[in-house]
Each structure stands twice: as structure tokens, then as C-alpha cells.
């Protein structure tokens, strides 16, 4: 238990030191309104004799009170502020986060992931085709293979056929003569009944690889003549060069049967060469139309 002359003050134990202050008045005492010491421990030795006195306390309160006089109020005041007492109180609320810091240093390159490898992508396009290799060692030559079979007997079949066609064909031929055109030596003319004029019975009969009926001796002019019934185009013209008239392969014609006062060119432009009913030939208009009539040679 503590004596009389210590007092507890917030968590420290204090005493009052009459060394110093001999002048201090009983109430002063009492309240404690002196410098003091903070005491931890009361273990220490001046707590345990004093306690040992009860009677001390009341000498002290005495001498404080006659000695203390009311002009040192004020610097005890003063003194009693010098001691600090100590509060403990509830631990305040957490502040603010502070503002982020400084980015650090770039660190070292990791080591490659383990992640799942992607899918192939598409085919780049194809390089340019490089030089051609050496060529490779010829290989092993093939076992002999089965003689073949006697191609006589082929031979002759194909030959038999080749004489039974061309026989048909001949035949056809002469079937087309009869009907349709009219045979003379190497020649057959051919006409389908129409009307047109120069350049287009030119165009007409090359398309069936012929050309213009061009009488190049009597009997052939005497083969044609029985052959029309009409006024016909020859190919026969003067074109190139007036009055010199060539065939249509571009050869001067040593054949020819002139109508009396033929040819005239009486109408300007009279280049082209007819044959009238009479077997006789007359120079007129290559525009105008006359019957179409082809040869072939066979």
C-alpha cells in the first residue's frame, strides 16, 4: 500500500520533492501541483522508507505550507505545466493509400513460355524453279517382250477396205455427176441454180475448195455450155490490167471465144467474163448477178 506522500497520475506514480521546492504550501501538496518524477517500478528504495513513516507526510505538509509563500504560486503553476501526463487512447483510422511510385527498371528477358503451339499457317507462294540437275545414270535395260503379231494380215485388210471405199466413193461421185453436175476430162461443174454476183460466187465456191467454172480448151467450153441453161460468171477478169484477162490463179488465158465485137467494155468497169447460151463469152459488170457455176478437179 502506498504512503501519503505518493499519488497516482495518469500511469505514472509521483512524490514531491521538498529539496527543491522547501517553500510549497500544504494545498499544494496535496494536489500534487509540483514537479515530479515518473516512477515504473515501485521497487525503488526511497518508496519503501517512506512508507515505513507514517508520520512524515504531516511534518512535510507543514514546512511546505510556512515556508512556500503566495509570490511562488505563479512559478509553480508554471513547473506544474512541465510535467506531462501521458493519455492512452484508442489507435486512430487508417489514411489514405499514397500515390503510386516511379515504374522500376526494365528486368531481364524471361525464359520461353511453355504455351500449346498454333496451327500451321497457309502455303507462301511458290520460289522460282530452280536449274535442272545432272542427269540421272541410265537404267537397266527391260526384259525382251512378247513377239508381236504379223502385221501382214492387217496390211491386207486395210488395203482390201481403202479399195472398197474408193469404189463407194466413185460410185457417189458419179451418182452427183449425173444429177447434179456435168464430167469433163479432170473437171466436174457443179451449180446450185443461183444468182449472184462476181465476188460472191468467188467467196461460195471456195468454201467447197473450188473456184469459178473456167473453160480452159473447146471441150471444156463445149461441156459447160451444154451444161447451163443461163447466162453464166467464168473466172475470167481484166481487173489488174484493162483489156489483158486473166484466170483466177493469176495466169494469163490462152483460150478464148469471144462474141462478135467482144469484149467492148462498153459500160465503164466491165472487167469480169460470162458465157452466153451459145458457148460465146462477153465482158460485163462485176457487180451485176449471173448464175453461179463451180469446178473441181478429180
Known amino acids: 500500500m502506498l504512503s501519503l506522500s505518493t499519488?497516482?497520475?495518469g500511469p505514472c506514480i509521483t512524490k514531491p520533492s521538498l529539496l527543491s521546492y522547501p517553500k510549497a504550501s500544504a494545498s499544494t501538496l496535496l494536489e500534487g501541483q509540483f514537479p515530479c518524477d515518473c516512477i515504473p517500478d515501485l521497487q525503488k528504495p526511497w518508496v519503501r522508507t517512506m512508507s515505513l513513516f507514517t508520520s512524515l507526510p504531516f511534518l512535510l505538509l507543514t514546512v511546505v505550507t510556512a515556508s512556500c509563500a503566495d509570490t511562488e504560486a505563479e512559478n509553480c503553476e508554471n513547473i506544474q505545466k512541465t510535467c506531462p501526463v501521458i493519455a492512452c487512447?484508442?489507435?486512430g483510422i487508417n489514411g489514405f493509400p499514397g500515390k503510386d511510385g516511379r515504374d522500376g527498371a526494365k528486368g531481364e528477358k524471361g525464359e520461353p513460355g511453355q504455351g500449346l503451339r498454333g496451327s500451321q499457317g497457309p502455303p507462301g507462294k511458290m520460289g522460282?524453279?530452280?536449274t535442272p540437275?545432272?542427269?540421272?545414270i541410265p537404267g537397266p535395260t527391260g526384259q525382251k517382250g512378247d513377239p508381236g503379231e504379223n502385221m501382214g494380215d492387217y496390211i491386207r485388210l486395210a488395203t482390201s477396205e481403202i479399195a472398197t471405199l474408193r469404189s463407194e466413193l466413185n460410185q457417189i461421185k458419179n451418182w452427183l455427176i449425173f444429177s447434179l453436175g456435168k464430167k469433163v476430162?479432170?473437171?466436174i461443174f457443179f451449180t446450185n441454180g443461183k444468182k449472184m454476183p462476181f465476188n460472191e460466187v468467188k467467196t461460195l465456191c471456195a468454201q467447197f475448195q473450188g473456184r469459178v467454172a473456167t473453160p480452159m480448151n473447146a471441150e471444156e467450153n463445149r461441156a459447160l455450155k451444154d451444161f447451163i441453161t443461163e447466162e453464166a460468171?467464168?473466172?475470167?477478169?481484166?481487173q489488174e490490167t484493162e483489156g489483158q484477162f486473166m484466170d483466177l490463179t493469176g495466169s494469163r488465158v490462152t483460150y478464148q471465144n469471144w462474141n462478135d465485137g467482144e469484149p467492148n467494155n462498153t459500160s465503164p468497169g466491165e472487167h469480169c467474163v460470162t458465157l452466153l447460151s451459145d458457148g460465146?463469152?462477153?465482158?460485163?459488170?462485176?457487180?451485176a448477178s449471173y448464175l453461179t457455176v463451180c469446178e473441181?478437179?478429180?
Open 280 to 287: 460465146t463469152w462477153n465482158d460485163i459488170a462485176c457487180s
Open 233 to 238: 460468171f467464168l473466172g475470167i477478169t481484166d
Open 185 to 187: 476430162g479432170k473437171k
Open 128 to 130: 522460282p524453279q530452280g
Open 7 to 9: 499519488r497516482l497520475i
Open 296 to 298: 473441181f478437179s478429180i
Open 133 to 136: 540437275g545432272i542427269p540421272g
Open 89 to 91: 487512447g484508442p489507435p
